[in-house]
């Protein structure tokens, strides 16, 4: 029988069923994994799917055969389904588009599969209902695929900053898996799509999970919320960077339908008016080097009046992006078609002379007090105590290629970091516990030749310092202020504290800044 490509089609009695269909047979993550080991639970995630089934063999218990079917999306013997789903039964099933009947078996329409998280409320799991993949399909991805929760998936909601808000808007949800977890610490969430079968997975898994507080709307990026605001907004956008060539498939999922990186920067440029006072925006892209560096482009995209912060993850070669994405859409060197592709790919490339695509993160934020800069109320000269004003606005743009950790946190401590030096150096400052110092020596030498802080969570930054930054660093208990550490360094060094406090003062607010040193509570 000939596959016909359903979508889902949302049902609240009908997915209550499920859910407690599934509640009952325990179809979970935790004991799926014990059912067939880890190791088979990993090869899964490398497209392996043999291992899973070996573990199996011939088990017909609910678990195993809603892991046949909705994990690995395979048909099953329609009594056996029957046994796992009492409550939904197989005609219900039906009405929801996620299987139907091929012969003696029943043929998934869908994965469906847990997916744990863990936010400030704890951990959790969801069911998530997406699109079959190419290894249950057998072949390339259809152009309306519906993906689910994938790595870029993951990086967004280690990224989104874990503050409470009102209103939120999930721009180009796809299975709808941030706006459930936005949903969390937000009383109102709006998630659109350009798809409707995108819109409809998106649906069926807030009502799956028990999750009332989301509004689904069709739409191309902010046509959906003209006029309206929010106080956070997130998006995983298909920014993937495609060729418009005949013969190159265009996936919802990824492609946005614009010219080389044009979907971000449109993004960059409409979000500003969405945004509350105090709002973020936060997001994932890809951005073109051509001419000048591909941070450089998206710098003069972002509105100077807003903080914004971007990093970069990863920098591409065109061949090296062109052969990931190609092999995305599962097709592979093997394939008659992949050459045709990657031609086009690099055709495309040449055409406006990109020599580097980069990947990474955008955080925008709306100031919540007018203005370029606000004045301080602190001291920020331990000799004269003069007030000052700091830079202003937030203007972050840098390449991070180390491993990060708790990034939500790091980026909301950062911003906080920010605004804190707005008013000045805080009267006492404390190292922060993940703070460590390394020196490096010469064999036979006393006195290091390199000292560096490394920073053991977030960002995983490392400074070097001298001497007198260090010693600086090293006194920072709490107790002492800043004036009283700098005066008794510029005595130990011998120097005029005012030539001391004009070389630490800047290197110390960036350590305040990184988050290396901490106000003292």
């Known amino acids: 029988m000939t596959a016909v490509h359903l979508a889902p089609r949302p049902d609240p009695q009908l997915a209550r069923a499920l859910a407690a269909d599934l509640d009952a047979a325990d179809f979970r993550s935790d004991p799926l994994r014990r059912l067939w080991g880890e190791e088979a639970d990993d090869a899964l995630a490398r497209g392996l799917r043999e291992p899973i089934l070996r573990a199996l063999g011939d088990a017909d218990s609910p678990l195993a055969t809603l892991g046949r079917f909705f994990v690995l999306g395979m048909p099953q013997p329609a009594p056996a389904v029957e046994r796992a789903l009492p409550h ?5 099933l039906a009405s929801l588009g996620l299987g139907v009947a091929d012969g003696d078996d029943v043929r998934p329409e869908v ?3 847990p997916q744990s998280f863990v936010d400030l409320d704890g951990v959790g799991e969801w069911w998530i209902a ?8 057998g072949t390339a991805l259809p152009a309306d695929h519906v993906l689910g929760v994938g790595g870029a998936s993951r990086t967004l909601a280690e990224l989104v900053i874990p503050a409470q808000v009102e209103r939120a808007l999930d721009l180009g949800t796809g299975c709808g898996i941030q706006a459930l977890l936005v949903a969390r610490h937000a009383g109102r969430v709006v998630a659109t799509d350009i798809s409707e079968r995108a819109l409809a997975f998106g649906e069926l898994n807030a009502l799956l999970n028990g999750v009332a507080n989301i509004e689904f709307r069709l739409g191309s990026m902010f046509e959906p919320v003209a006029g309206e605001a929010f106080d956070l907004i997130v998006s995983n956008p298909p920014f993937v960077i495609t060729p ?14 614009l010219i080389g990186d044009a979907l971000v ?12 006072p105090g709002g973020v925006a936060q997001l994932l892209g890809n951005w073109e080097s051509r001419g000048v560096s591909g941070l450089q482009r998206v710098e003069s995209w972002i509105p100077a009046e807003l903080d914004a912060w971007v990093i970069e993850r990863e920098s591409l070669t065109p061949l090296g992006y062109a052969e990931l994405w190609i092999r995305d859409g599962g097709t592979l060197p093997r394939d008659a078609g992949f050459t045709p592709l990657l031609s086009a790919w690099l055709d495309d490339f040449s055409a406006r002379g990109v020599t580097a ?4 993160y955008v955080l925008l934020r709306r100031p919540a007090f ?27 743009f840098e390449h991070l290629s180390q491993p990060l950790a708790n990034t939500g946190r790091a980026l909301e401590a950062g911003l906080a970091a920010h605004d804190l030096l707005q008013e000045g150096l805080p009267d006492r400052l404390v190292v922060a516990s993940d703070v460590t110092e390394a020196r490096h020596l010469m064999p036979g030498d006393d006195d290091p030749t390199v000292i560096e802080l490394h920073q053991g969570g977030g960002f995983g930054r490392v400074v070097s310092v001298d001497s007198g930054l260090a010693g600086f660093v090293g006194a920072c208990d709490g107790e002492l202020t800043v004036g009283q550490i700098a005066a008794a360094l510029a005595d130990l060094f011998d120097v005029p504290l005012a030539d001391l406090w004009a070389d630490l003062e800047p290197r110390i607010r960036r350590l305040v800044r990184d988050g290396f040193l901490l106000p003292a509570e």
Do not use: N, W
């Not at 997406?130 to 399909?137: H, K, Q, R, T, W």
């Not at 920067?265 to 509350?276: C, D, G, M, Y």
């Not at 695509?357 to 990474?360: K, L, P, T, V, Y």
């Open 357 to 360: 695509i980069g990947f990474g």
């Open 370 to 396: 007018p203005g370029p800069e606000r004045p301080s109320s602190r001291s920020a000269d331990p000799e004269r105590g003069a007030q000052r004003r700091d830079e202003g606005r937030l203007r972050r």
């Open 88 to 92: 939904l039964g197989l005609a219900a």
């Open 265 to 276: 920067e449109r993004f960059l440029r409409a979000a500003p008016a969405h945004l509350t």
């Open 244 to 257: 418009r060539a005949q013969g190159v498939p265009e996936y919802e999922y990824r492609d946005g339908g």
């Open 130 to 137: 997406s699109d079959l993949d190419e290894v249950a399909l």
């Open 111 to 113: 994965l469906l599969r």
